[in-house]
């Protein structure tokens, strides 16, 4: 079993009320829901695997969406509804520790994305490389990204939030052998207040994971593979993308 696990609890700053009133999990891409397209893509994942959504509650009692993901995952997802803000996504994650303080794997995954690479070869090559963790990166250099430095054997040794210490950004894909490892890392992570901008994110969890002398690995795509969909423009980059296609 592999959990699954999906944070859509953030905000959406760069989209407009007005021009999108429905929540952005639920903002249309070619006539599919965002949610719809991710849930879709990690439905190829081989062999059992579990679905936890962090969403807001709002969304939930004025849009549905729980209905809509009980639709999409046949009813087998876990539903956490968030009804106040944490201290960012990492502390959002631990909202469903019940579910992945375990030995079990643990994708987490944005999901407001499109990642043109097959999900099974990727966690394949992880597993096959007995990494604890690892993250699909993409070349940038825009502080805008999580990023992760290597040494010379390519296993991370450091990584940083909006903050380039290389060339290698985190395509918001997460894997960890195990979902406590990543829960304890977290914790020390808070423990330490290790905050970026007055928040705690994922990516900076991987530092006490090195720490702990643990394997961590990256799976680098190109960038020409990498959607994200932070603000408008990008939806309709990748819409007229597909039109040309």
């Known amino acids: 079993m592999i959990n699954i696990l999906l944070p859509m609890a953030g905000g959406t700053p760069y989209f407009d ?3 999108y009133p429905f929540p952005k999990p ?6 599919t829901p965002i949610i719809q397209k991710a849930i879709q893509y990690l439905e190829r994942i081989s062999g059992d695997k ?3 959504f962090l969403v807001q509650g709002d969304d939930c009692s004025k849009f549905h969406l729980d209905s809509v993901l009980k639709l999409l995952t046949d009813g087998q997802g876990v539903i956490i509804k968030m009804t106040k803000e944490t201290r960012g996504a990492a502390c959002s994650a631990l909202m469903a520790i ?8 643990l994708l ?14 990727i966690l394949s090559f992880f597993q096959d490389n007995q990494y604890d963790a ?9 502080p805008r990204w999580s990023y992760v430095r290597l040494d010379n054997a390519g296993n991370v040794v450091e990584a940083a939030e909006k903050r380039p210490i ?17 829960v304890d890392a977290v914790m020390k992570m808070i423990r330490k207040d290790s905050m970026v901008n007055g928040s705690f994110y994922v990516a900076p969890c991987l530092n006490e994971m090195v720490l702990a002398n643990r394997k961590i690995g990256i799976y680098p795509i190109d960038i020409d593979s990498f959607h994200t969909f932070y603000t408008p423009q990008k939806i309709k980059e990748y819409e007229e993308k597909i039109r040309k296609a």
């Open 98 to 105: 019940d579910h992945i303080n375990n030995d079990e794997p």
């Open 166 to 182: 290389s060339k290698n950004g985190i395509a918001g894909c997460y894997y960890f052998r195990k979902g406590s490892d990543f």
């Open 17 to 19: 009320q007005a021009e």
């Open 134 to 142: 690892g993250v699909v990166t993409f070349e940038t250099i825009h």
């Open 26 to 31: 639920l903002i249309e891409i070619g006539n």
């Open 108 to 121: 987490i995954m944005n999901y407001d994305q499109i990642i043109e690479e097959d999900i099974n070869t």
């Open 50 to 52: 579990r679905f936890i």
